[in-house]
T-cell receptor, first 107, second 112 residues
Framework: AQRVTQPEKLLSVFKGAPVELKCNYS??????LFWYVQYSRQRLQLLLR??SRESIKGFTADLNKGETSFHLKKPFAQEEDSAMYYC?????????FGQGTRLTINP | NAGVTQTPKFQVLKTGQSMTLQCAQD?????MYWYRQDPGMGLRLIYY???????DKGEVPNGYNVSRLNKREFSLRLESAAPSQTSVYFC???????????FGPGTRLTVT
């Protein structure tokens, strides 16, 4: 069975500081991993996926199969990054989400 | 091009009442999903439909039923609502081959 764990429910950092949102997964197959973001009063939207290896809004995430992790990072946080972030894993025709991390950027 | 739409946006029910949440998509995607979002629990999959005519249980199907009416529409029914079903419900579709999900705006349901 696939499982995604986000150990931090809440994360608060100051503007300009680095951000790292943790995500660990368990899955017997080859994982397809994603980060989704939900800004206040908006629907969930895809932030990035590991297969594309792209940087979106300054965020990057590297898949570490040895540590079964897919942490989301940004070197300099901005106030508009405040949102709910979900790590997700695709397998067996469905997407399984972690519990989410609420990121707050303080001015 | 509306993407994924959900009705209603808000609903208040009394325990024991029934209702159907509607979801429609105009993106011609095969797969559709229903999730519930609760604080501290993340998004949990209730039911999904990989293609028209098929439905499968997700992580938390008890107390719900679904109907894949056609390729566009996927409804979620609560036959006898309970306070534990108070939640925000999201419908989503997926782009085949890319696994990216597109979400609707959500329905906020309160059961008293």
């Amino acid at each position: 069975a696939q499982r995604v764990t986000q150990p931090e429910k809440l994360l608060s950092v100051f503007k300009g500081a680095p951000v790292e949102l943790k995500c660990n997964y368990s899955y017997s197959g080859s994982p397809e991993l994603f980060w989704y973001v939900q800004y206040s009063r908006q629907r969930l939207q895809l932030l990035l996926r590991h297969i594309s290896r792209e940087s979106i809004k300054g965020f990057t995430a590297d898949l570490n199969k040895g540590e079964t992790s897919f942490h989301l990072k940004k070197p300099f946080a901005q106030e508009e990054d405040s949102a709910m972030y979900y790590c997700a894993l695709w397998g067996a025709q469905k997407l399984v989400f972690g519990q989410g991390t609420r990121l707050t950027i303080n001015p | 091009n509306a993407g994924v739409t959900q009705t209603p946006k808000f609903q208040v029910l009394k325990t024991g009442q029934s209702m159907t949440l509607q979801c429609a998509q105009d993106m011609n995607h095969n797969s559709m999903y229903w999730y519930r979002q609760d604080p501290g629990m993340g998004l949990r999959l209730i039911y999904y439909s990989a293609s028209e005519g098929t439905t499968d249980k997700g992580e938390v199907p008890n107390g719900y039923n679904v109907s894949r009416l056609n390729k566009r529409e996927f409804s979620l029914r609560l036959e006898s609502a309970a306070p534990s079903q108070t939640s925000v419900y999201f419908c989503a579709t997926v782009v085949g081959g890319y696994y990216e999900q597109y979400f609707g705006p959500g329905t906020r349901l309160t059961v008293t």
